[in-house]
């Protein structure tokens, strides 16, 4: 199953967008356009969804609805996500829908102004219903999030709660001492990376360690012997050899390894693991461009062999200079003080007459997303 | 004997045809063979004239792939239908003489027995991309695991000659300073 399509309004910068999204979608903008609140947006449902989330705690993570809401927004409007969800199988399409308001007295608590879920023409949930009119406590509450109101659509709960985001930073996983946990169960910058492979189950753990390791070692080729290891305090590490000009190469701990190793460790780690949709920031940090331009082809290779679907942030000329993606796969955020608007890099016509032209995005759509007085930039300081 | 040392690419001829004054100097420390595709009419030595203001050093090998490095692919007939997994009198018999090799390898690749590489080769149906998602990986898969440059070379006499070149060059030094 993958989201084919999203409506989001007054989420973050984005006062009302809607796009259509496929296999693989390469988001684009300036700094600060909402490449990552886009992302947000996704992930937010995956926090109401999964076990031991819920509307309030997905807000309160986020600092409340007020943080939420669009600046651009007059008043208080309601904050809103629709999304389509399509079955790669043929199956019936789903549709789910919310609309999120506050309280206007006292605590402002967050309540679901609505709560809509479709399979193919059939509602099959329309919130408020008779029983959230007489009580107003009960529309804090998703029933997305409970298991007892979503057996109709617990399908799609499941599809939200399996959502993956990947920003792996290497220093918070080389120093995890250094950083003290905010205590989310979420851990998408790494800190509980290693536990999170030391937790895979062993079988699927080695075969997963070997692939990465002779994917790296075209990339690293100094790196060899990846494996997953324990220390005396059982705390879970990554060691390899590093071969040096040292006869008896030394192992290494992951607290030695290079960013870009950590990186596309990482990078290599979520592409396989699992099958629902991935979300990855900026994957093109720390790598060289010569591993960057290959990127591209390897979400693909590796999201087709388990119909999965991505969706990449990013900024490189690189990545997006592979003559493969299409101008439809390219969701660029364009800033506008009303609130950026996303759309689809083939449909604007000049775009899309230059990719005709066997341009690639790098040509066609980058020199797009510069901000519009960037020349001046330098001059400023 | 000879080794492949560093290779400069930035995908297309732009990129070289900036830089041409930089390897022709250099070449007089290091030969380089600098291969490009031909997409107008003009032959070859008016294409050296033009992109090159001064005299071309004899270390500076300079070779066109007529219209399209995939020429020098399809030229493999036999391995190519291997590789595609379609009917060998498929493949166009005169490589060299398509007016957009790339296309024709696209099309070839859409009747595969295989829909891996139909999807990887291919573009979807509606995309802007002319070539699939996939397409730089199998191209690049098919040259390490198939392609056999002397039979290729023996149908695309523009390969043919940038071997010969290879096989017959000696570098030339200059007296050291």
């Excluded at chain 1, 031991?52 to 600046?71: E, F, H, I, M, N």
């Excluded at chain 1, 990376?193 to 079988?203: G, H, Y």
Aim: net charge positive.
């Amino acid at each position: 199953m993958r989201i084919s399509k999203i409506v989001l309004k007054n989420w973050r910068n984005f006062r009302s967008a809607e796009v259509e999204l496929g296999d693989r979608v390469f988001l684009v903008g300036p700094n600060a356009s909402g490449k990552s609140n886009f992302l947000d947006a996704i992930r937010f449902l995956r926090d109401v969804a999964k076990a031991g989330g819920g509307l309030q705690p997905a807000l309160a993570g986020r600092g409340g609805l007020s943080k939420v809401r669009c600046l651009a927004a007059l008043k208080d409007p309601d904050v809103e996500i629709d999304v389509t969800l399509t079955d790669g199988d043929g199956g019936e399409d789903w549709r789910y829908a919310i609309g999120i308001t506050q309280g206007v007295r006292g605590y402002r608590q967050p309540y679901i102004r609505y709560e809509k879920v479709w399979r193919g023409e059939k509602q099959i949930l329309n919130r408020p219903d008779s029983q959230d009119q007489k009580d107003d406590e009960r529309k804090t509450q998703t029933h997305l999030e409970q298991i007892s109101a979503n057996t109709n659509f617990r399908a799609i709960a499941k599809f939200f709660e399996s959502i993956r985001y990947l920003h792996l930073v290497p220093q918070l996983l080389k120093h995890a001492d250094y950083y003290q946990g905010s205590g989310t169960v979420e851990d998408p910058y790494g800190r509980n990376f290693l536990e999170m492979i030391a937790k895979t189950p062993e079988k699927t753990r080695r075969s997963r360690l070997k692939k990465i390791e002779a994917a790296l070692r075209h990339a690293v080729p100094q790196l060899r012997a990846l494996t997953d290891t324990k220390d005396e305090a059982g705390v879970p590490h990554l060691e390899a050899i590093y071969e040096h000009w040292r006869p008896n190469a030394g192992r290494q701990r992951e607290d030695q390894f290079s960013d870009g190793t950590i990186r596309l460790i990482g990078l290599f780690w979520s592409l396989l693991d699992g099958d629902a949709p991935l979300l990855l920031e900026e994957p093109e940090l720390s790598l060289h461009s010569s591993i960057v331009a290959k990127l591209p082809g390897l979400f693909h290779k590796l999201g087709r062999r388990k119909k999965r679907q991505l969706i990449v942030s990013t900024h490189s000329w690189d990545l997006l200079s592979e003559k493969g993606i299409g101008g439809e796969e390219v969701v660029m955020l364009q800033p506008d003080k009303n609130g950026a608007k996303a759309v689809l890099a083939s449909s604007i016509s000049e775009v899309g007459d230059l990719l005709d032209a066997d341009l690639s995005i790098a040509d066609a759509v980058l020199p797009r997303t510069a901000p519009e007085q960037i020349s001046l930039f330098d001059l400023a300081v | 004997m000879y080794a492949v040392g560093t290779v400069y690419s930035r995908g297309g001829y732009g990129y070289l045809k900036k830089t041409i004054r930089g390897w022709n100097a250099a070449a007089r420390g290091t030969p380089f063979l600098l291969v490009t595709d031909l997409d107008s009419a003009a032959c070859p030595s008016a294409l050296i004239e033009e992109w090159l203001s001064v005299p071309k050093h004899d270390n500076l090998l300079f070779r066109i792939a007529v219209h399209e490095v995939e020429a020098w692919l399809l030229a493999d007939s036999k391995g190519l239908a291997t590789y595609l997994a379609v009917k060998p009198g498929l493949v166009p018999k005169r490589p060299e003489a398509l007016p957009d090799p790339k296309r024709s390898l696209v099309e070839l690749a859409s009747v595969s027995k295989r829909k891996q590489i139909r999807e990887d080769i291919v573009p979807r149906r509606g995309s802007t991309a002319q070539q699939g998602p996939g397409y730089n990986n199998c191209l690049s898969e098919f040259v390490q695991s198939t392609w056999d440059v002397q039979l290729a070379a023996n149908n695309a006499k523009s390969l043919r000659r940038t071997l010969d070149r290879l096989s017959t060059f000696r570098p030339v030094w200059a007296p050291a300073r």
